[in-house]
């Protein structure tokens, strides 16, 4: 009798024909220093991960890793709780490279997603030390067919809010539901893409 699960080459039983996706933000916040600033630091910056409901996720995420420009000491920032934020001043933009890593119990690779410090609104706008530079990008991660016992850990874990990001007053709120309304959505257009591609395929035999 077919129960759903698979076991796979490594010997963990996961479950067939199911995803586990956890929607989160990664982003940046850049104060500028104003009067105080100087040649080689004109801002304040954070930047962060968070779950796009603001729920503690540390039950799925064992560390987040940014990597900084090489000219920073100890570029390579890892944080084991949340909130999971680095805080630094200077004067440029780059990317930051920002790991997630799983409990152990997932059986998962680490996911890296890159993002870019954003110091400056635009050129038409003047810098002000009244309200922080915001720069975010909602993700998601999709965890396909999953480790059956941390599935069910996860999933029967009661969620609890997560502590307070140090901006966390001028970060983005995202309605989950509308999100993973819209990738459904996306994964049925692209369904049907293929569908089309593969008719005219066959026809064309």
């Not at 100087?38 to 987040?64: E, F, G, P």
């Not at 920032?77 to 930051?96: H, K, S």
């Amino acid at each position: 009798m077919d129960d759903g699960t698979f076991i796979d080459e490594h010997g963990d039983r996961r479950l067939r024909d199911t995803e586990f996706i956890l929607p989160v933000v990664v982003g940046t916040s850049a104060w500028w220093l104003g009067k105080k600033a100087s040649d080689t630091v004109t801002h304040r910056w954070t930047v962060y991960l968070k779950s796009a409901n603001n729920q503690d996720i540390s039950h799925i995420v064992q560390k987040v890793t940014f990597e900084l420009h090489h000219t920073f000491n100890n570029p390579h920032r890892m944080v084991l709780q949340p909130p999971y934020e680095v805080t630094e001043q200077g004067w440029g933009e780059f990317d930051i490279n920002i790991t997630l890593s799983f409990t152990p119990d997932s059986r998962e690779k680490d996911v890296s997603i890159l993002h870019r410090l954003k110091l400056y609104e635009n050129e038409n706008t003047p810098s002000t030390t009244k309200k922080p530079v915001m720069s975010e990008a909602y993700e998601e991660l999709v965890f396909s067919e999953p480790v059956e016992a941390f599935y069910r850990r996860v999933t029967s874990t009661m969620p609890r809010p997560a502590p307070d990001l140090s901006c966390q007053p001028y970060t983005s709120q995202y309605d989950e539901r509308d999100e993973l309304d819209k990738l459904k959505d996306c994964r049925a257009r692209v369904a049907a893409m293929l569908t089309d591609v593969r008719k005219d395929f066959e026809g064309a035999r």
